[in-house]
């Protein structure tokens, strides 16, 4: 398929083709896809509501709340296999000043590649433009280090997911099965952006479904009755860091904008991969 008309398919806003089609389209771009390296989306300072009042939702949701963040970047896409592969071939594996104290320690445990790199069987989940997965914590952060950028907070995820009207799913209220990837459909990760009829407000894509994301916050189901209204960044410690968005196996309930997932920053799984924040450009 012609590059230009691949394109043509994928940035359909309304995402006319039926979804074999649009994968074909993203699948033939492969490694040569320019989509993941489109610039990172400016969202504006500014109030938006954040979680989700009783009873609807899960508890570690509660309450729906104002907050103001300031300004931010977060990018349109995951991170690819190819992007991820690019950090690899710079030796950030072996370059101790990539890597925190504990990730480092992880990395030197005998941890040279993501988990399904190179393993068999596991081929389809590294396609050059599929989300990578099977990164833990520390190496998404590395790899934002890397990438002169960093993981986004979760309240900044959040707001680049719903925008300022606290609307239930990137698309607005109500689950769309068209709009996103998720359990019942294709087991295992799609190419990045195969689901235009989901952009965010802020313009971002997959927020809902195809991964999981990691967020930098550690978790605590009860801190957002408690989070200060400018600028929340989650609690200063803990044992496991937020993730968001739901991933290819998730329920229409777990692709919400404010439902919310932490896992230990070891975890390796192939629902689960990452985005940045922060990147000038």
């Known amino acids: 398929m012609d590059p230009a008309a691949a394109l043509a398919i994928l940035d359909d806003p309304a995402g006319a083709l039926p979804l074999p089609a649009r994968v074909r389209a993203a699948e033939a771009l492969g490694a040569d896809d320019p989509r993941p390296d489109r610039p990172p989306l400016a969202v504006a300072a500014g109030p938006f509501w954040r979680g989700t009042d009783p009873p609807a939702g899960a508890y570690n949701e509660w309450p729906r709340r104002r907050h103001v963040l300031s300004a931010f970047t977060i990018d349109p896409y995951p991170v690819t296999v190819t ?6 071939a710079d030796g950030a594996y072996r370059r101790r000043e990539l890597w925190s104290e504990v990730g480092w320690a992880f990395v030197a445990s005998g941890r040279p590649l993501p988990r399904f790199w190179d393993e068999a069987g596991w081929e389809a989940y590294v396609t050059p ?3 990578v997965v099977g990164v833990s914590f520390h190496e998404a952060e590395a790899y934002a280090r890397w ?8 309240a900044e995820w959040e707001r680049a997911a719903r925008g300022e ?14 709009r996103c990837h998720h359990r019942g459909g294709h087991r295992g990760t799609l190419p990045i952006g195969c689901f235009p009829g989901g952009c965010s407000p802020a313009g971002a894509f997959d927020m809902a479904g195809n991964v999981w994301e990691w967020c ?27 993730a968001r968005g739901g991933g290819w196996n998730a329920m229409p309930g777990q692709l919400r904008c404010a439902n919310r997932n932490a896992w230990p920053p070891e975890a390796r799984y192939s629902n689960l991969g990452f985005r940045l924040a922060g990147r000038s450009g």
């Open 83 to 88: 992007q991820y592969g690019r950090f690899i």
């Open 129 to 131: 433009n599929r989300p």
């Open 147 to 154: 990438a002169r950028g960093r993981l986004p907070t979760e």
């Open 165 to 178: 009207d606290g609307r239930e799913y990137p698309w607005g209220e109500g689950f769309d099965p068209a």
């Open 216 to 242: 930098q916050d550690f978790f605590d189901p009860a801190y957002y009755a408690r989070a200060p209204e400018l600028d929340p960044r989650g609690p200063a410690d803990g044992e496991l860091h937020v």
